[in-house]
């Protein structure tokens, strides 16, 4: 079993930065499969950062240029750093790792743009 737990979320206001970072814990090697999906309010989740194959960073277009995700594989850790915030950028940021064919979800982490 894996267990993902995010930390870096809060309240920030809008064209400020923050840094997410998910930690896996449970792995017995590197889990290399990992990405950040964002519930915003009274919207579906959707998939904005992630490793592709190889390893190659991957973004929903809208939020290429301000959106870099970035890992740490000795410590199993992802980061999400969001640059010139925007009130859409609110919601709950859940991690998201593909482990032996298993999917793992984290809770998530509550980023709030101000205006």
């Known amino acids: 079993q894996v267990q993902l737990e995010e930390f870096g979320g809060g309240l920030v206001q809008a064209g400020g930065s923050l840094r997410l970072s998910c930690s896996a814990s449970g792995a017995s090697g590197n889990v290399a499969r990992m990405g950040w999906y964002r519930q915003s309010p009274g919207k579906q989740k959707e998939l904005v950062a992630w490793f592709g194959d190889g390893g190659t960073p991957l973004y929903k277009d809208s939020v290429k240029g301000r959106f870099t995700i970035s890992r740490d594989n000795a410590k199993n850790t992802i980061y999400l750093e969001i640059n010139s915030l925007k009130s859409e950028d609110t919601g709950v940021y859940l991690c998201?790792?593909?482990?032996?064919?298993?999917?793992?979800w984290g809770k998530g982490t509550l980023v709030t743009v101000s205006s």
């Open positions: 998201a790792a593909t482990y032996y064919g298993s999917n793992y």
